[in-house]
């Protein structure tokens, strides 16, 4: 990788300093998170922020924000579109700003003054939002449009928009009774409260389960960078000599793949399905009691039986039993294909294997059966390479795009770079930024996010980030990725192009601001091209030497990713189904045991044994208890339905090709929500999305017919 020193400036002095300086008197200063930045596209000046900043700029921004929003629901003119839905839209800029800053660092920079500010923003900015949502005058004139829309000559997307507002006045309770909506009031800032109370424990505890162990014969199998990470990671935790193994946010860690010591396999294991669930003051359950109680209450106010009818009504499912349908279908025959599995690596290993050993021994299993060896596939796959001639190689391919990295430029941690996107026509579209290593004060797993959402209404270009948690290499020494890793990274970057690419009028439609169940199919449609031939052959080079790839070695990893273990099925399909077990809860059922509820949730789906976790246990299920995916985490499958009809229509019209590009760009990425986005899917392959290519592609194909 090559490398550079980045320039980071310290923490901006502090009031009272900048006072004794004799620079401008304080009351006139502008709070520099909402003060607009004169860096390109908006980047905010992050190193002029202090924490201090955030809530006097969160409160002066909300109360501007109200004053605007009264403005509306009291303006004498008559509603129209533009007086009310856009002028609505386009208001609360200060406080985007603010939360396009504040909330793309406590995710992957927080410390313990970001959590406290986050607490008291979760409650603050929900009561902000009911009461702009349940305004009595709003709501009438909002409704007087939606009765009337036929009427109005609006654009698709501007009556998108107009349903949506209308949808999200009444789903916020404008429609209720004084009392039920007080009820309302405070079940949302309650949820809120709880939902990042459940986040920050799960990283506090993810942080105080590493694995410590005090040999370096424990550590067989890994990497020298893996020990030299474990090494550092002992230091930084205060230990004189030994190692810390970290953990990954899912249940299964990667490491269980190579260590060869089988007890220290199974403490990682022990470690990683025991979070939040120890006793300890990081324990997540009663949240999980708390959280899935009023979730049902709120559903049973609004007039649904339950959560997951209440989430997936703004889906593009249409109910919660064809999501069921899809799930009991893909589990009955994943099941079958498990059970085969462990049979076979059970004569493979020739030994007894537990739940902290199959996907060591499915690694074992795929080096012997595979003609080439795949142990030096990574030694192929360099961060910086992957990303300059892979990730970036593709999207010019395709979208044709250029990104021209700007070390002049500073984002919110010294390892987070920033690169300018050029379009065709030479013009900067937008900022990209990629945060890739992994530290203690970051949540685990992998996303993106938007600091700057576009909209051509308000002459907003995307700031997009994407992060993620590789280990950090010593100076020096290359950042080599794993075939799973390398997979993430085209994915992300695929939720980062929806939000470059965007080519909308309002912000709320901008990017990946799509329903939910259709917000991973661009960025698992990117993951093609990870293997690819034309585009494994630009950055696949020795990290030594340069020699490209061998022939047999990229054979042989594409027929690796091609083959789906049933274990990764089966531990998604059990979060999935879990996630659903927990959202269709009523305010009727009386449910007081997290790990019950648990086991016998994914008993009655067919999950006997515990053999294979979820992929995410109830008490650090982020996704559904901290993050959007509640009643939701279904998405990945769904949306894979249309992404494997997708990549067979990229390889049909010629696959890496610029024609191809712009025209998924323009039935997908440039629109957002501005339009039906399974209408356009459907134009785009000229016919309904059927299951049988999914099936196919996970070695399913025998249990399924076409939908």
Known sequence: MSRRRRSWRPSPPTRSETSRRGSRPLETRRNPVLAESSLPHG?????????????????????????????????????????????????????????????????????????????????????????????????????????????????????????????????AGAGLGLGEQEQMRQISSRLAYLSTAFSQRILDDTNASAVFVDDAAGLDGLSAGQIAAARRAAADAGHDSGYLLTLELPSSQSLLTVLTDRDVRQRVFDASVSRCARGNEHDTRELVLEIVRLRARRARLLGYHDHAEYVIAEETAPNPDAVVELLDELTESALRAGGRELTRLTRFADEEIGAADLTYWLDRERRASSAVPLDDFADYCELDNVLQRGVFYAAGKLYGLRFVERSDLDGYHPDVRVWDVINEAGRSIGLFLGDFYARPSKRGGAWMNNIVDQSVALSAQPIVVNVA????????????????????????????????????????????????????????????????????????????????????????ARAAAKTESAHATLEYLAAALLDLAWHRITV????????????????????????????????????????????????????EVLDAETEQWFLAEGGLRRDNGRRFAEATLTRGDSIDPLVAHEKLIGRTPQIGPLLARRGLAAAGEAR
């Open 43 to 171: 980047l905010p000046d992050f190193a002029s922020i202090s924490d201090d900043d955030f809530l006097p700029a969160f409160r002066e921004a909300m109360t501007t924000h109200l004053a605007e929003v009264e403005s509306i629901a009291t303006d004498s003119r008559p509603a129209t579109f533009r007086n009310t839905v856009e002028a609505l839209e386009l208001s609360g800029r200060d406080l985007a700003r603010a939360g396009g800053i504040f909330f793309n660092l406590v995710g992957p920079d927080t410390n313990p003054q970001r959590n406290e500010i986050s607490q008291q923003l979760s409650t603050l900015l929900t009561d902000h939002a009911n009461t702009i949502s349940m305004d009595r005058r709003l709501f009438d004139r909002i409704s007087s449009l939606h009765e009337r829309m036929d009427e109005l000559g609006l654009t698709e997307s501007q009556e998108r928009l107009l349903a949506k507002r209308y949808r999200e006045s009444v789903r």
């Open 469 to 556: 948690n590789l280990t950090k290499p010593d100076p020096g020494e290359p950042c080599l990725l794993t075939m799973d890793q390398l997979t993430t990274l085209f994915h992300e970057f695929g939720h980062a192009l929806h939000g470059l690419l965007s080519a909308v009028d309002y912000p709320s439609q901008s990017g990946t601001s799509v329903p939910r169940d259709f917000v991973e199919f661009p960025s698992q449609v990117n993951e093609m091209w990870a293997l690819h031939p034309d585009v494994l052959s630009q950055y696949a080079r020795h990290h030594e030497t340069a020699a490209p790839i061998p022939a047999g070695l990229a054979d042989a």
């Open 588 to 639: 009727d059922d009386a449910v007081d045991d997290v790990v019950e509820f648990e086991r016998a949730a994914l008993r009655a789906k067919g999950f006997t044994g515990d053999l294979i976790p979820p992929r995410y246990r109830s008490a650090y299920f982020n996704h559904i208890f901290g993050g959007g995916y509640s009643a939701g985490y279904y998405s990945y499958i769904w949306s």
